[in-house]
């Protein structure tokens, strides 16, 4: 559990978000929250969390990618003009 408290105006200073918005911006690619949790160190549901305050910044964008088989794949990209 994180216990760092920040600002909401700030949201790439909590460590965690800055290392997953990081981590995008190194990728170059889209990238699915099991593979940012794999990266990060983190548990995906944690992941999921942050991932979802920064989108919910406009850092981050979420897209679904179909699959051939099953329910659509979301993957996060990092946002034009972040």
Avoid at 2 to 12: E, F, N, P
Avoid at 27 to 55: D, F, I, K, M, Y
């Amino acid at each position: 559990m994180d216990l760092h408290h920040t600002q909401d105006d700030d949201v790439l200073s909590h460590p965690v978000r800055a290392r997953l918005f990081r981590a995008l911006a190194a990728l170059r690619r889209p990238a699915t929250t099991q593979e940012l949790a794999e990266l990060s160190g983190r548990h995906p549901n944690s992941v999921r969390e942050q991932l979802q305050r920064l989108a919910s910044h406009r850092l981050i964008e979420r897209r679904r990618r179909a699959q051939r088989l099953g329910r659509p794949q979301d993957e996060r990209v990092i946002a034009p003009g972040a």
